[in-house]
C-alpha cells in the first residue's frame, strides 16, 4: 500500500523500531535463558562466551557486506531478506541440542542481524531531512532497549510455562511477519538518491578519516553496551544471588534506563542548533555530557542493593544510548544518503569485532577471580576516549548540505 505525507515516514520509524527491537529480542534470549540451557547441556563459562563471540564475530564481518550491500540493491529489499533470515535462524535455536548446534544458529543469527544497524541508519537518512532526522535516530535507538526490556520481562515466564523452545519460536515468527507488513508499505523518501540501486565508492569511504573516526567511537561504546547485553545478568545474579525469575525488573529498570536516553540523544543536539550553536558544537557537548555520566560505574560492586545497581547501570546505559545516537548522528551529518550504509557498516564490523575481547575478557576475569571490576573500569573510561577520538580526526563537523558529496565520500 502506498503511503503519502509526512505522517507516513513515521510509520516507516515504527516499522523500523519494531524490526530493531525483534533483532535485540533475539539475541538477549540467550542471555535470559542461560541458567537453564547450562544446567540441561552442561556448558561452562567458556562455552557460554564461545557463543557470544561467535555471534560477535559473525556479525562483525557480516557488517563489511551489509552495508553495501543495502547501498546496492536498496533498503526495502535489504532490509526485508536481513530480518527474514535472521528471524528463521532465531527460530532455529529451538531445534538445537548440542553446543555446535547453538554455535552455527548463533553464526546464522549474527549475520543476517547485521543487517538492523546499517538499514536504521539509512532509514532516518533516507525518509528525513537534516531537521527531522536527529529525532528519527533517537526513537530508533530507543528499539534495542525496548526489546531489552520486554526480553526480561515475557521470555522467562514464557520459557517456565511453555518451554525453552516457545521463546526462540515466538520471537522469530514475530520477524517473519513483520517482513510482510514491511514489503507492503510504499512511503516516498527525501533522498531520492538513496532508494535506487547505485555504485558505492566503498575503497574510498574506507580510507577516509572520517570514517575511521566513526569506526573508533563504536568500538569503545560497542564494547560497554554488548559487555552489558551478554553479562549483565550474569552480574546481578553473583552479585545478589538473583535467580532467573527475579532478574527481569531490575535489568528492565536498566534498559529502561537506557531507552530515555537513546530520545534524549535525539532531542538535545536538535534543540541547542535551533538556539543558534553549530552542528560540530552541539554535537560534541552532547557526547562529551554523556561521556561523563558513564563514569560513576566504577562503583557498581560498592553497592548492596540490586536496584541501586540499576539505577547506576541503567545510567550507563542511559550515556551509552544518548552517546551513540549523535554517533550515528555524525555519520548521517558527513555522509551522503547513497553511502551512509558503507560506512556505518565498516564502523559496525570494527565495533562488533572489538567487542569479542571484551566479552573473552569477562570470562577470562571470572575464570581468575578478578570479578567484574576490572571490566567496569574499562567501561568507565571508553566515552572520553571515543570523543577524543572523533574531536583529533574531525575537528570541525560540516554537515553534507555544506559540501560536494564527492568530498564527503572519498576524503
Known amino acids: 500500500m502506498a503511503l503519502r505525507g509526512g505522517a507516513a515516514r513515521w510509520i516507516i520509524v515504527a516499522m523500523v523500531f519494531v524490526a530493531v527491537m525483534l ?91 547485521s543487517v538492523g544497524t546499517p538499514a536504521a541508519v539509512k532509514t532516518a537518512a533516507t525518509y528525513f531531512n537534516h531537521k527531522d532526522r536527529q529525532l528519527a535516530l533517537g526513537i530508533g535507538n530507543i528499539a534495542p532497549n525496548v526489546g531489552a526490556i520486554v526480553t526480561p520481562l515475557f521470555i522467562p515466564a514464557l520459557a517456565v510455562a511453555y518451554g525453552w523452545q516457545a521463546a526462540f519460536l515466538l520471537a522469530g515468527g514475530l520477524g517473519v511477519l513483520w517482513v ?39 568500538i569503545l561504546s560497542d564494547q560497554v553496551w554488548f559487555f552489558m547485553l551478554l553479562w549483565l545478568p550474569d552480574l546481578f ?30 532531542y538535545l543536539p536538535t534543540r541547542l542548533i535551533a538556539h543558534g550553536w553549530s552542528v560540530n558544537r552541539a554535537r560534541k557537548m552532547t557526547m562529551l555530557g554523556y561521556a561523563v555520566l558513564v563514569l560513576p560505574v566504577v562503583f557498581v560492586q560498592s553497592v548492596e542493593s540490586p536496584w541501586a545497581a540499576a539505577l547506576l547501570l541503567g545510567l550507563v546505559l542511559f550515556a551509552h544510548q544518548g552517546f551513540s545516537t549523535n554517533v550515528f548522528g555524525v555519520t548521517t551529518d558527513i555522509t551522503p544518503a547513497r553511502a551512509v550504509g558503507s560506512r556505518i557498516g565498516i564502523a559496525a564490523f570494527c565495533g562488533n569485532l572489538c567487542s569479542v575481547g571484551m566479552i573473552a575478557f569477562q570470562a577470562y576475569a571470572l575464570e581468575h577471580g578478578w570479578g567484574y571490576a576490572p571490566a567496569l573500569a574499562i567501561c568507565a573510561g571508553s566515552y572520553l576516549t571515543a570523543l577524543l577520538a572523533i574531536h583529533l580526526l574531525i575537528p570541525v563537523i560540516v554537515p553534507v548540505g555544506e559540501r560536494s558529496a564527492d568530498v564527503i565520500v572519498a576524503h
Request: proline share 4%.
Open 237 to 266: 545474579h553473583r552479585l545478589f544471588g538473583l535467580a532467573q525469575g527475579t532478574l527481569g525488573l531490575p535489568i528492565a529498570l536498566v534498559y529502561g534506563m537506557a531507552a530515555c536516553g537513546a530520545l534524549t540523544g535525539g
Open 180 to 218: 510482510g507488513v514491511w514489503l507492503a508499505l510504499r512511503v516516498k523518501p527525501v533522498a531520492l538518491d538513496a532508494v535506487a540501486p547505485a555504485p558505492v565508492p566503498w575503497l574510498s569511504i574506507l580510507r577516509s578519516r572520517e570514517t575511521a573516526a566513526i569506526a573508533i567511537a563504536k
Open 23 to 113: 533483532n535485540y529480542v533475539d539475541r538477549q534470549i540467550l542471555a535470559l535463558l542461560k541458567p537453564t540451557l547450562e544446567a540441561q547441556f552442561r556448558w561452562s563459562n567458556r562455552d557460554y562466551a564461545t557463543l557470544g563471540m561467535a555471534f560477535q564475530v559473525a556479525t562483525a564481518f557480516a557488517f563489511l557486506g551489509t552495508g553495501w550491500f543495502l547501498d546496492r540493491v536498496g533498503l526495502r529489499l535489504g532490509f526485508a531478506l536481513g530480518v527474514l533470515i535472521w528471524s528463521l535462524a532465531g527460530m532455529a535455536h529451538a531445534f538445537a541440542a548440542t553446543v555446535p548446534a547453538f554455535f552455527a544458529a548463533r553464526i546464522l543469527l549474527g549475520i543476517a542481524e
